[in-house]
T-cell receptor
Framework: DAKTTQPNSMESNEEEPVHLPCNHS???????IHWYRQLPSQGPEYVIH???SNVNNRMASLAIAEDRKSSTLILHRATLRDAAVYYC??????????????FGRGTQLTVWP | DAGVIQSPRHEVTEMGQEVTLRCKPI?????LFWYRQTMMRGLELLIY????????DSGMPEDRFSAKMPNASFSTLKIQPSEPRDSAVYFC??????????????FGPGTRLTVL
Protein backbone atom coordinates (compact mmCIF):
# COMPACT_ATOMS: atom_id res chain seq x y z
CA ASP A 1 0.00 0.00 0.00
CA ALA A 2 1.12 3.55 -0.70
CA LYS A 3 2.14 5.69 2.24
CA THR A 4 0.12 8.46 3.82
CA THR A 5 1.21 11.51 5.80
CA GLN A 6 -0.88 12.98 8.60
CA PRO A 7 -0.22 15.58 11.29
CA ASN A 8 0.65 14.02 14.62
CA SER A 9 -2.02 15.91 16.51
CA MET A 10 -4.88 18.37 16.14
CA GLU A 11 -7.19 20.12 18.55
CA SER A 12 -10.74 21.33 18.31
CA ASN A 13 -13.46 22.75 20.49
CA GLU A 14 -16.68 20.88 21.02
CA GLU A 15 -19.45 21.67 18.51
CA GLU A 16 -16.95 23.02 15.97
CA PRO A 17 -16.09 21.40 12.62
CA VAL A 18 -12.81 19.52 12.33
CA HIS A 19 -10.84 19.02 9.14
CA LEU A 20 -8.27 16.21 9.35
CA PRO A 21 -5.84 16.27 6.40
CA CYS A 22 -4.04 13.38 4.77
CA ASN A 23 -1.44 13.49 2.03
CA HIS A 24 -0.96 10.51 -0.28
CA SER A 25 1.07 11.80 -3.18
CA UNK A 26 2.02 8.32 -4.43
CA UNK A 27 -1.55 7.03 -4.62
CA UNK A 28 -2.29 4.77 -7.55
CA UNK A 29 -5.44 4.73 -9.62
CA UNK A 30 -6.80 1.63 -7.90
CA UNK A 31 -6.14 2.70 -4.29
CA UNK A 32 -9.17 3.37 -2.13
CA ILE A 33 -8.84 5.93 0.68
CA HIS A 34 -10.04 4.57 4.02
CA TRP A 35 -10.32 6.27 7.39
CA TYR A 36 -10.45 4.45 10.69
CA ARG A 37 -10.36 5.84 14.20
CA GLN A 38 -9.33 4.40 17.53
CA LEU A 39 -10.97 5.59 20.70
CA PRO A 40 -9.00 5.21 23.94
CA SER A 41 -8.67 1.60 25.06
CA GLN A 42 -10.68 0.30 22.11
CA GLY A 43 -10.00 -1.36 18.79
CA PRO A 44 -10.02 0.72 15.61
CA GLU A 45 -13.37 1.39 13.99
CA TYR A 46 -14.22 2.16 10.40
CA VAL A 47 -15.21 5.74 9.61
CA ILE A 48 -15.51 6.18 5.86
CA HIS A 49 -13.89 5.36 2.52
CA UNK A 50 -13.85 6.70 -1.03
CA UNK A 51 -12.15 6.41 -4.40
CA UNK A 52 -12.60 9.63 -6.37
CA SER A 53 -15.80 11.39 -5.37
CA ASN A 54 -16.56 13.04 -2.05
CA VAL A 55 -18.45 10.79 0.34
CA ASN A 56 -20.81 11.39 3.23
CA ASN A 57 -22.10 9.10 5.93
CA ARG A 58 -23.61 9.50 9.37
CA MET A 59 -20.19 9.82 11.01
CA ALA A 60 -18.25 12.10 8.70
CA SER A 61 -17.55 13.41 5.23
CA LEU A 62 -14.57 12.62 3.04
CA ALA A 63 -13.33 15.26 0.62
CA ILE A 64 -10.92 13.95 -2.02
CA ALA A 65 -8.74 16.29 -4.06
CA GLU A 66 -9.21 16.24 -7.80
CA ASP A 67 -5.73 14.79 -8.34
CA ARG A 68 -6.34 12.34 -5.43
CA LYS A 69 -2.99 13.23 -3.86
CA SER A 70 -4.69 14.40 -0.69
CA SER A 71 -7.93 14.02 1.19
CA THR A 72 -9.66 15.53 4.21
CA LEU A 73 -11.86 13.87 6.78
CA ILE A 74 -14.50 16.28 8.01
CA LEU A 75 -16.28 15.95 11.33
CA HIS A 76 -19.08 18.48 11.06
CA ARG A 77 -19.60 19.04 14.78
CA ALA A 78 -16.96 17.59 17.04
CA THR A 79 -18.08 16.01 20.29
CA LEU A 80 -16.01 14.83 23.22
CA ARG A 81 -16.60 11.29 22.01
CA ASP A 82 -14.75 12.10 18.78
CA ALA A 83 -11.45 12.38 20.66
CA ALA A 84 -9.42 9.57 19.12
CA VAL A 85 -6.52 8.69 16.85
CA TYR A 86 -7.61 8.98 13.21
CA TYR A 87 -5.87 6.82 10.61
CA CYS A 88 -5.81 7.53 6.89
CA UNK A 89 -5.13 4.33 4.93
CA UNK A 90 -4.75 3.51 1.27
CA UNK A 91 -6.02 0.10 0.16
CA UNK A 92 -5.11 -1.51 -3.09
CA UNK A 93 -7.75 -3.64 -4.73
CA UNK A 94 -5.31 -6.29 -5.82
CA UNK A 95 -1.76 -7.51 -5.84
CA UNK A 96 0.32 -9.16 -3.16
CA UNK A 97 -0.90 -6.84 -0.42
CA UNK A 98 -4.53 -7.88 -0.90
CA UNK A 99 -6.51 -7.34 2.29
CA UNK A 100 -3.84 -5.51 4.24
CA UNK A 101 -4.49 -2.34 6.23
CA UNK A 102 -1.32 -0.36 6.88
CA PHE A 103 -1.85 1.82 9.93
CA GLY A 104 0.59 4.70 10.21
CA ARG A 105 0.81 6.81 13.36
CA GLY A 106 -2.40 8.66 12.63
CA THR A 107 -3.58 12.01 14.01
CA GLN A 108 -4.43 12.33 17.67
CA LEU A 109 -7.53 14.54 17.87
CA THR A 110 -8.17 16.34 21.14
CA VAL A 111 -11.62 17.87 21.64
CA TRP A 112 -12.00 20.56 24.29
CA PRO A 113 -15.32 21.17 26.05
CA ASP B 1 -24.75 -8.86 16.37
CA ALA B 2 -22.23 -9.36 19.17
CA GLY B 3 -19.28 -8.07 17.17
CA VAL B 4 -15.84 -9.63 17.21
CA ILE B 5 -15.23 -11.42 20.48
CA GLN B 6 -11.77 -11.83 21.97
CA SER B 7 -10.65 -13.68 25.05
CA PRO B 8 -9.12 -13.20 27.45
CA ARG B 9 -9.29 -9.41 27.70
CA HIS B 10 -6.22 -9.32 29.90
CA GLU B 11 -3.44 -11.88 30.29
CA VAL B 12 -0.46 -11.71 32.59
CA THR B 13 2.07 -14.47 32.30
CA GLU B 14 5.68 -15.20 33.00
CA MET B 15 8.45 -15.43 30.46
CA GLY B 16 8.67 -18.87 28.90
CA GLN B 17 5.01 -19.73 29.34
CA GLU B 18 2.66 -20.54 26.47
CA VAL B 19 -0.02 -17.97 25.73
CA THR B 20 -3.15 -18.59 23.64
CA LEU B 21 -5.36 -15.76 22.47
CA ARG B 22 -8.79 -16.50 21.07
CA CYS B 23 -11.05 -14.80 18.58
CA LYS B 24 -14.60 -15.33 17.37
CA PRO B 25 -15.29 -13.32 14.20
CA ILE B 26 -18.63 -11.85 13.23
CA UNK B 27 -20.93 -14.50 11.81
CA UNK B 28 -20.88 -14.51 8.02
CA UNK B 29 -17.49 -12.85 7.74
CA UNK B 30 -14.94 -14.77 5.72
CA UNK B 31 -11.71 -12.90 6.47
CA LEU B 32 -9.96 -12.72 9.82
CA PHE B 33 -6.99 -10.58 10.81
CA TRP B 34 -4.63 -10.58 13.80
CA TYR B 35 -2.92 -7.27 14.70
CA ARG B 36 -0.49 -6.26 17.42
CA GLN B 37 -0.25 -2.75 18.86
CA THR B 38 2.69 -1.34 20.81
CA MET B 39 3.79 2.18 21.57
CA MET B 40 7.01 1.65 19.62
CA ARG B 41 5.63 0.07 16.46
CA GLY B 42 1.99 1.16 16.41
CA LEU B 43 -0.58 -1.18 14.84
CA GLU B 44 0.90 -3.91 12.70
CA LEU B 45 -0.72 -6.82 10.90
CA LEU B 46 0.55 -10.22 11.97
CA ILE B 47 -1.47 -12.60 9.80
CA TYR B 48 -4.75 -12.83 8.00
CA UNK B 49 -7.01 -15.65 6.84
CA UNK B 50 -9.50 -15.82 4.02
CA UNK B 51 -12.06 -18.65 4.13
CA UNK B 52 -10.05 -20.21 7.00
CA UNK B 53 -6.84 -20.35 4.93
CA UNK B 54 -3.80 -18.27 5.92
CA UNK B 55 -3.14 -15.82 3.09
CA UNK B 56 -0.33 -13.65 4.41
CA ASP B 57 1.71 -14.41 7.52
CA SER B 58 4.66 -12.20 6.68
CA GLY B 59 3.96 -10.07 9.73
CA MET B 60 4.40 -12.92 12.20
CA PRO B 61 7.54 -11.91 14.09
CA GLU B 62 9.15 -15.32 14.50
CA ASP B 63 8.56 -19.03 14.91
CA ARG B 64 7.36 -18.55 18.45
CA PHE B 65 4.12 -17.19 17.01
CA SER B 66 1.55 -19.40 15.34
CA ALA B 67 -2.06 -18.87 14.30
CA LYS B 68 -4.82 -21.25 13.36
CA MET B 69 -8.35 -21.01 12.10
CA PRO B 70 -9.94 -24.47 12.35
CA ASN B 71 -13.36 -23.20 11.30
CA ALA B 72 -15.17 -20.06 10.23
CA SER B 73 -16.11 -19.08 13.78
CA PHE B 74 -12.87 -19.48 15.70
CA SER B 75 -9.20 -18.54 15.53
CA THR B 76 -6.27 -18.72 17.91
CA LEU B 77 -2.96 -16.91 18.14
CA LYS B 78 -0.38 -18.80 20.16
CA ILE B 79 2.95 -17.61 21.53
CA GLN B 80 5.31 -20.29 22.76
CA PRO B 81 7.51 -19.50 24.58
CA SER B 82 6.47 -15.98 25.49
CA GLU B 83 8.99 -13.19 26.07
CA PRO B 84 8.66 -9.75 27.72
CA ARG B 85 8.94 -8.05 24.31
CA ASP B 86 5.69 -9.77 23.30
CA SER B 87 3.82 -7.51 25.72
CA ALA B 88 1.28 -5.62 23.63
CA VAL B 89 -2.40 -5.33 22.83
CA TYR B 90 -3.47 -7.96 20.31
CA PHE B 91 -6.50 -7.21 18.15
CA CYS B 92 -8.54 -9.55 16.04
CA UNK B 93 -10.63 -8.16 13.18
CA UNK B 94 -12.99 -9.70 10.67
CA UNK B 95 -14.54 -8.63 7.39
CA UNK B 96 -16.88 -9.90 4.71
CA UNK B 97 -14.60 -9.76 1.77
CA UNK B 98 -15.82 -9.33 -1.72
CA UNK B 99 -13.64 -6.47 -2.88
CA UNK B 100 -10.56 -5.88 -0.74
CA UNK B 101 -10.57 -2.22 -1.68
CA UNK B 102 -13.91 -1.51 -0.11
CA UNK B 103 -14.47 -4.07 2.63
CA UNK B 104 -14.72 -2.86 6.21
CA UNK B 105 -12.74 -4.51 8.99
CA UNK B 106 -14.47 -4.82 12.36
CA PHE B 107 -12.12 -4.96 15.30
CA GLY B 108 -12.53 -6.72 18.60
CA PRO B 109 -11.79 -5.08 21.97
CA GLY B 110 -8.29 -6.53 22.09
CA THR B 111 -6.32 -8.68 24.51
CA ARG B 112 -3.78 -6.85 26.64
CA LEU B 113 -0.85 -9.23 27.13
CA THR B 114 1.80 -8.64 29.76
CA VAL B 115 4.78 -10.99 29.89
CA LEU B 116 6.84 -10.61 33.06
Amino acid sequence: DAKTTQPNSMESNEEEPVHLPCNHSTISGTDYIHWYRQLPSQGPEYVIHGLTSNVNNRMASLAIAEDRKSSTLILHRATLRDAAVYYCILRDTGGSTLGRLYFGRGTQLTVWP
Amino acid sequence: DAGVIQSPRHEVTEMGQEVTLRCKPISGHNSLFWYRQTMMRGLELLIYFNNNVPIDDSGMPEDRFSAKMPNASFSTLKIQPSEPRDSAVYFCASSKTGDFGTDTQYFGPGTRLTVL
